[in-house]
């Protein structure tokens, strides 16, 4: 999963569907000059209240809370984002590139 500078503050699905969305845009345009961003996403980031699971649940995930529509609607900008700024692939065949390039979270390349 990708994480912001500094702050370390990931920046997954539950993060783009349920903070401030100036916080939401800040956080990506930190990520946006790196090598490749990962967006983690759970089953419960396209899941709303009219999917009718349990309140109990419900009353702990706040983000079930959320109506699906604004949800997704979040979701589509942000990837939308990440499609303007990268390459979209598959997270295995980002690994192999990292591998091959022989990348390391703090920057440093070695050939």
Do not use: N
């Amino acid at each position: 999963m990708s994480v912001t500078p500094r702050v370390r503050l990931p920046f997954i699905g539950t993060f783009v569907v349920r903070a401030p969305w100036p916080l939401v845009r800040g956080a990506y345009l930190t990520l946006r000059g790196g090598p490749f961003l990962s967006l983690e996403l759970h089953a419960v980031d396209l899941l709303g209240p009219e999917d009718g699971l349990p309140a109990a649940l419900s009353a702990t995930q706040g983000d079930l809370q959320l109506p699906l529509q604004q949800k997704l609607d979040r979701l589509e900008q942000a990837v939308g984002w990440i499609a303007s700024d990268f390459r979209c692939t598959s997270l295995l065949e980002c690994s192999r590139e990292v591998a091959a390039s022989r990348w390391f979270p703090d920057g440093q390349r070695t050939e």
